[in-house]
Structure formats: structure tokens, C-alpha cells
């Protein structure tokens, strides 16, 4: 579904990411998981076409009107004069575009999703009045809307109760068994573990990437740290080819 070929992107020519490869399978699961700042959001930024790569490339078999992209709840704009009924109809915008009229279909489909996330008599709140689980949960709903084949999540249960963070991650299991292919950040390494058949590992490089047993092991996650701890953000600036064999070298003197 998704290939990252010698993939690089930079903020003001310094790596946010650094000369990644590997491949998201259709239909897989996977947690995309790091130290702060190791570039997990941007790599779903990259993914969604939102950052432009400095290097390599990122090549996505799904047309972009099934991509679904849910950024971190704090990007969203909470403030914004729309009504959840409204805001859950906006799933429907990559198919009929600004000017396509609603069908009773869509309409119908906007109240099953509500029903899946428990939301059923809040149509006509304002967004504005939500708490965050239940905004969340709105976005959730908006995706299931969307019916996407390829679903990006950005830290999705940060801050929520047990109970809301149950009742998305159920829904996750189910895009999971429809075959939809989902990549998910996260810091909660236990519910990698318990939910998340493949993970990622991030330090700004490919740290590990592979079956969660496998990746989430005590020396990837030592490596990682390290990694993280040695980054300088006054090194020179991030070479745009692959990396010469100088700099492997030196990599693997460090």
C-alpha cells in the first residue's frame, strides 16, 4: 500500500526524517512508534502529501480519495462553527468534492457511524462544546464516513479515558479485519503490544521495523534512546542522496 524508497524530509535543511525504506503491506496494522521528535508525525504527514520529501520518495497505490488522515486533537480546531452531524458529513468530501449534493445513503451512513461511536443524540451540538473523548470520537465516526482503504491516525487516544480509548481501538480492529490498511502513532507501548501486529521504530532513522515482538525489544528501544539523545540540531545540513559509505562508517563507529 505504502513504500518509503530512501525517504528524507527536512525543516530548514536538517533531518526529520533520514534516508527510510521499507514497505506499509496492504492490509496490515502497524504502530509507528519513537522518542519525541523522531519524526513519527511527519512521516504520516509525508505519507498524506502534506510535507514534501527532501530525498527519495514515498510512492501510495491508494488514490487520495481513499486516504484518511487524522491528525493529533490538538492541530484540530475546536472553535470552528460546525455542528457534529456536519462535521461527521465532511467524510463524504473526497468523493463529492465542494459542489456534490448530499444523498439519503450518506445521510444514512453519518447516523450508522454516530451509532458505532456512541454518539447518538449529540447531532446538533457544536464541536465546540465536546470534551476531547468525545470530539474524538466525532473524528473516528468521520472516518468511518470516509471509508478509506488507507487510514493514518496521529497519537488518536492521547488523553482519553479507558473507555473511549476501548471503544476506538475496537474500531481499529475492525478497519484492521475489513483489510484497510492503518498506520497509527503511538507512545503506549502496551497497547502496541496488545493491538498492533506490526510496529515501526523511529529516531528520525529506521531504528527497527517488522512483527512487534520482534521491533519492541529492550536493546531497539535502548538504541532508540540513545539515538535520540546524541541528536544535534546544529549538525551540518542533511545530504538529499543516499548516504555515502563515510557516513555508514562513522554510524557504526558510533
Known amino acids: 500500500m505504502v513504500t518509503l524508497d530512501d525517504l528524507t524530509v527536512s525543516y530548514r535543511q536538517h533531518p526529520a526524517l533520514h534516508h527510510i525504506s521499507g514497505c506499509f503491506a496492504q492490509g496490515s496494522l502497524t504502530a509507528v512508534i519513537g522518542p519525541n521528535g523522531s519524526g513519527k508525525s511527519t512521516l504520516l504527514k509525508s505519507i498524506m502529501g502534506l510535507l514534501p520529501a527532501s530525498g527519495g520518495r514515498v510512492a501510495v497505490s491508494a488514490p487520495r480519495a481513499r486516504i484518511a488522515y487524522l491528525p493529533q486533537l490538538a492541530e484540530i480546531d475546536r472553535g470552528?462553527?460546525?455542528?457534529?452531524?456536519?462535521?461527521?458529513?465532511?467524510?463524504?468530501?473526497?468523493?463529492?468534492?465542494?459542489?456534490?449534493?448530499?444523498q439519503g445513503g450518506q445521510l444514512a451512513r453519518v447516523d450508522s457511524a454516530l451509532h458505532s461511536v456512541g454518539l447518538e443524540g449529540f447531532e446538533r451540538r457544536p464541536i465546540s462544546s465536546l470534551s476531547s473523548g468525545q470530539l474524538q470520537r466525532v473524528l473516528f465516526a468521520r472516518l468511518l464516513v470516509q471509508d478509506a482503504e488507507l487510514i493514518l491516525l496521529d497519537e488518536p487516544f492521547s488523553a482519553m479515558d479507558?473507555?473511549?480509548?476501548?471503544?476506538?481501538?475496537?474500531?481499529?480492529?475492525?478497519?484492521?479485519?475489513?483489510?484497510?490498511?492503518?498506520?497509527?502513532?503511538?507512545?503506549?507501548?502496551?497497547?502496541?503490544?496488545?493491538?498492533?501486529?506490526?510496529?515501526?521504530?523511529?529516531?528520525?532513522?529506521?531504528?527497527?521495523?517488522?512483527?512487534?515482538?520482534?521491533?519492541?525489544?529492550?536493546?531497539?528501544?535502548?538504541?532508540?534512546?540513545?539515538?535520540?539523545e546524541a541528536w544535534d540540531e546544529a549538525a551540518e545540513v542533511c545530504r538529499t542522496g543516499p548516504a555515502p559509505a563515510a557516513w555508514h562508517a562513522q554510524k557504526a563507529a558510533a
Open 80 to 102: 470552528f462553527p460546525i455542528d457534529v452531524h456536519d462535521c461527521v458529513l465532511l467524510g463524504c468530501w473526497p468523493h463529492q468534492g465542494a459542489w456534490g449534493g448530499v
Open 162 to 228: 479507558s473507555k473511549t480509548t476501548s471503544a476506538l481501538l475496537a474500531l481499529v480492529q475492525l478497519w484492521h479485519q475489513q483489510q484497510r490498511t492503518v498506520i497509527t502513532v503511538l507512545h503506549d507501548n502496551t497497547q502496541v503490544c496488545q493491538h498492533f501486529p506490526q510496529t515501526l521504530l523511529l529516531a528520525r532513522e529506521l531504528v527497527a521495523w517488522g512483527p512487534t515482538a520482534q521491533v519492541l525489544t529492550d536493546s531497539h528501544l535502548a538504541q532508540s534512546r540513545a539515538m535520540a
